[in-house]
């Protein structure tokens, strides 16, 4: 059994800081001393997983099946990356997805496609979601990707840059592999000053960066 470097626990610790120099969720949200001190105490525990796959490329099908995953970024490293193509001609035509992200995300693969990992880790969600994706108890989220309807719930919401020096961005996908050549499907993206209000809808996907952030 491989098992997940205990630093992944520190996805459901909320802190103050706002940044994307290790393996956590940048989640602004207050919590008590004893809450983080519990915290602090699970992540001294190492979690066993079944499944992971790290920096490479794979071949949907036969390295890994075919469906969702979450990618976490290694430590230290400034962002993590992945390719998704049809083929490893390295042709143009063959790019299904090719994305950047500071802290975690989802994917998903389709069978025979294959998928270039760097400076991540790939994870089955189930297995690491009750104790890495809960973001029941944050009243914002910043830097990664939320689920509608699961992490944030549907409807209009307010995005606000944190630093006012610098613009904040988001993408918003409908899904991550009914779209064209079996990528994800677009909705919106873009950068905004200040503040924006979008309208979410349930089962859509919600990418932030780390200068970014959402009231529940």
Not at 118 to 130: F, G, M, P, Q, S
Request: some cysteine; hydrophobic content about 30%; glycine content about 8%.
């Amino acid at each position: 059994m491989k098992k997940l470097l205990s630093i992944i626990l520190f996805l459901i610790l909320g802190l103050n800081i706002v940044g994307c120099s290790d393996h956590s969720v940048k989640t602004i949200v207050d919590k008590s001393s004893s809450q983080q001190e519990d915290i602090e105490e699970e992540q001294q525990e190492e979690k066993e997983v079944s499944f992971k796959l790290s920096n490479g490329t794979f071949k949907v099908g036969e390295d890994l099946d075919p469906g969702k995953y979450v990618l976490v970024k290694h430590d230290g490293e400034y962002m993590g990356s992945f390719d998704i193509t049809t083929d490893t001609t390295g042709d143009t035509e063959a790019m299904v997805d090719s994305n950047a992200f500071e802290n975690f995300t989802y994917i998903e693969v389709k069978d025979g496609q294959y998928l270039q990992l760097d400076d991540c880790d790939l994870y089955k969600i189930e297995e690491i979601e009750a104790e890495a994706l809960d973001f029941s108890d944050f009243d914002e989220l910043t830097n990664g990707m939320y689920i509608v309807g699961k992490d944030i719930e549907a409807g209009e919401h307010k995005l606000e840059a944190i630093s006012e020096d610098s613009d904040g961005w988001y993408c918003l996908y409908n899904n991550l592999g009914d779209g064209y050549k079996n990528g994800p499907d677009l909705q919106d993206a873009d950068y905004f000053s200040g503040s924006k209000l979008i309208t979410l809808r349930e089962g859509q996907y919600l990418k932030l960066d780390s200068n970014t952030k959402v009231i529940k």
